[in-house]
Structure formats: C-alpha cells, structure tokens
C-alpha cells in the first residue's frame, strides 16, 4: 500500500518562504510523476505543481509560476515544494499525489494522496 506523508506546513508572513515535503513509503517508483495541489477553504482543490521524472520537465499553476519549485530527492523517496514570497492567497491544505504520466491539469488522473499539511500566510 503506498503511503505519502506531507510535512513542513506552518505559519509565515507574506513574502516569506516555507518548504514543504512529501515522503512516500518507498513503493512509489522513481518514475512515477508527483504533483502538489491546495485547498483553500470553500475553494475547489487545484494543482499547483507537476514533476515529470523521465523527461525531467516541471510545470506550474500560473499563480505559483516564478514562486513554487518542485524537485525530488530519490535517495529520500521524497518530493519538496519550495515556496518564496508567499502570499496571503497561499494558504491552503496542500496535498501530495502521484499523478498518471498523461496528466495535465485534470485531478481524475491522480492516485494516491497524502492526509495534506496546512500552509498560513499571513499578511
């Protein structure tokens, strides 16, 4: 049974920077794509950011393009989100997932899903 686990969540005033991780259980190939989504209460989850492994390719949501970097450490089986100059629009739940290598934006092509860590910006 694979298993994400996100962390590294908390609380940051706008213009700040946080790092979040996401730790899968050791079953996820390298291979397999990641992204990271966010919610934000009485919002629609949306993703933010998507790591192709095999091309090396990384693509972003327009309103984290420029911010948000995606990379993924294989000897640690984990995923990181480098956030820079947060915003107060930022604070979410923000989830790891694994995501089909067709996938473009459309969260039926996820898989599976960490329990999410909370993101607060504060202005």
């Known amino acids: 049974q694979v298993r994400l686990a996100e962390s590294g969540g908390g609380s940051v005033q706008a213009g700040g920077s946080l790092r979040i991780s996401c730790e899968d259980s050791?079953?996820?190939?390298?291979?397999?794509?990641m992204a990271w989504f966010r919610q934000a209460p009485g919002e629609e989850r949306e993703g933010v950011a998507v790591f192709y492994p095999r091309s090396g390719n990384s693509y972003y949501s327009d309103s984290v393009k420029g911010r948000f970097t995606i990379s993924r450490d294989n000897a640690k089986n984990t995923v990181y989100l480098q956030m820079n100059s947060l915003k107060s629009e930022d604070t979410a739940l923000y989830y790891c997932?694994?995501?089909?290598?067709?996938?473009?934006?459309?969260?039926?092509?996820?898989?599976?899903w960490g329990q999410g860590t909370q993101v607060t910006v504060s202005s």
């Open positions: 997932a694994t995501v089909l290598p067709y996938y473009s934006g459309d969260i039926a092509d996820s898989g599976f």
């Open positions: 050791g079953d996820v190939s390298t291979n397999v794509c």
